[in-house]
T-cell receptor, first 115, second 112 residues
Framework: DTGVSQDPRHKITKRGQNVTFRCDPI?????LYWYRQTLGQGPEFLTY????????KSRLLSDRFSAERPKGSFSTLEIQRTEQGDSAMYLC?????????????FGEGSWLTVV | KQEVTQIPAALSVPEGENLVLNCSFT??????LQWFRQDPGKGLTSLLL?????REQTSGRLNASLDKSSGRSTLYIAASQPGDSATYLC???????????FGSGTQLTVLP
């Protein structure tokens, strides 16, 4: 069990550029989540996949954000035309069951700084 | 809409002290509650999961309790150590939402 892996761990980009983050969940987990966290706050939900289907999207996920999970394996989160307000840590998590008994495991996060 | 509050925002204690971290929530219709630890600049590490039918869970020096009727959970840490210094977050699955709703966390510092 290698845990949830995220890449890159840190990304500095200029405003207006596109960035993409990758998440590899724990291998037997069919549920995958993306969260965003800013300093001093708890993580905020962005989106949820069950296998390859994107079942929930937060209102925080503007049109500039898109997430995919082809073949129900790894996932990517792309941010287009980045803005300074996008600077945050993007966390990926996975789990194998829904709700009750649903221990969620997080990755180390991907830090984004938009300058 | 579920709201989760953690008080205090920061706590400093001497090594060896027993301590309690608090988490309160507004909607008692929860499925489970999970406590996490987060070290600076790192991801979240799951500590304990309490299902809605349970009252408490224990792991080593940690004990988490859940009282749905009062909308509260506590995380008890026995014999605190400097290595326990971190931010502790509680999060809930509730309603029809598949996502976790997080509190803002309690930043714990254990002084040697």
């Amino acid at each position: 069990d290698t845990g949830v892996s995220q890449d890159p761990r840190h990304k500095i980009t200029k405003r207006g550029q596109n960035v993409t983050f990758r998440c590899d969940p724990i291998s037997e987990h069919n549920r995958l989540y993306w969260y965003r966290q800013t300093l001093g706050q708890g993580p905020e939900f962005l989106t949820y996949f069950q296998n390859e289907a994107q079942l929930e999207k937060s209102r925080l996920l503007s049109d500039r954000f898109s997430a995919e999970r082809p073949k129900g394996s790894f996932s990517t989160l792309e941010i287009q035309r980045t803005e300074q307000g996008d600077s945050a840590m993007y966390l990926c998590a996975s789990s194998s069951r829904d709700r009750a008994g649903n221990t969620i495991y997080f990755g180390e996060g991907s830090w984004l700084t938009v300058v | 809409k579920q709201e989760v509050t953690q008080i205090p925002a920061a706590l400093s204690v001497p090594e060896g002290e027993n301590l309690v971290l608090n988490c309160s929530f507004t909607d008692s219709a929860i499925y489970n509650l999970q406590w996490f630890r987060q070290d600076p600049g790192k991801g979240l590490t799951s500590l304990l999961l309490i299902q809605s039918s349970q009252r408490e869970q224990t792991s080593g020096r940690l004990n988490a309790s859940l009282d749905k009727s009062s909308g509260r959970s506590t995380l008890y840490i026995a014999a605190s150590q400097p290595g326990d210094s971190a931010t502790y977050l509680c999060a809930l699955h509730s309603g029809s939402a598949r996502q976790l709703t997080f509190g803002s966390g309690t930043q714990l510092t254990v002084l040697p």
